[in-house]
């Protein structure tokens, strides 16, 4: 079987440092990814890992391990535009199973 | 090149009525894939094309939905007999062959069954 797991629901301040955890067990790996989705829009890429580490993108950083089946989603200096959804999402093995499986997203607000 | 487009943005639809939706994909993009989204729900796969062909179909999908890529270009997912638990938002992406290469979603298309 698949399946992804994140938090729900996290709450962080302004200009703070928080970090959204995903561990997943799928049938097969091919690369872990995180979207950012606001209220009523479509999904954005954030971040792409394949290989055990952290991948630094300005403000955003996503780690991953794959033995341990785990990844997090970093966002430093948080602003009030950073409340949204953050989808984790796997894609399997080659050949047909090239989809990606998306877990149910974790909704981040940021207070002043 | 625009992005993912879809067509309509918006549907209300009877129940028992077939509905059809459309996907343009970005241009390049050998890879097109199907989603369905509820509120406070993750995207749920339905449905994904290489080029034309259509290599692999969620197991959670009646036979009451079908998908096209005729051309390997536009993509049309039709639903038929409508019942209200299809009420979400359908969602199209496209890719890049190739495992590093992300999704690109279009804006989706909300349908109402009532």
């Known amino acids: 079987g698949q399946n992804i797991d994140q938090p729900t629901e996290m709450t962080a301040t302004e200009g703070a440092i928080v970090q959204i955890n995903c561990t997943y067990q799928?049938?097969?790996?091919?690369?872990l990814f995180w979207y950012q989705q606001h209220a009523g829009e479509a999904p954005t890429f954030l971040s792409y890992n394949v290989l055990d580490g952290l991948e630094e993108k300005g403000r955003f950083s996503s780690f991953l391990s794959r033995s341990k089946g785990y990844s997090y989603l970093l966002l430093k200096e948080l602003q009030m535009k950073d409340s949204a959804s953050y989808l984790c999402a796997v894609r399997g093995d080659g050949g047909a199973t090239n989809k990606l499986i998306f877990g149910t997203g974790t909704l981040l607000a940021v207070q002043p | 090149d625009t992005g993912v487009s879809q067509n309509p943005r918006h549907k209300i639809t009877k129940r028992g009525q077939n509905v059809t939706f459309r996907c343009d994909p970005i241009?390049?993009?050998?890879?097109l894939y199907w989603y369905r989204q509820t509120l406070g729900q993750g995207p749920e796969f339905l449905t994904y094309?290489?080029?034309?062909?259509?290599?692999?179909k969620s197991r959670l999908l009646s036979d009451r939905f079908s998908a096209e890529r005729p051309k390997g270009s536009f993509s049309t997912l039709e639903i038929q007999r409508t019942e209200q638990g299809d009420s979400a938002m359908y969602l199209c992406?496209?890719?890049?062959?190739?495992?590093?290469?992300?999704?690109?979603f279009g804006q989706g298309t909300r349908l109402t069954v009532v």
């Open positions: 799928t049938s097969g790996f091919n690369g």
């Open positions: 241009s390049e993009h050998n890879r």
């Open positions: 992406a496209s890719s890049l062959e190739g495992g590093g290469n992300e999704a690109f």
């Open positions: 094309f290489q080029n034309e062909a259509q290599l692999e």
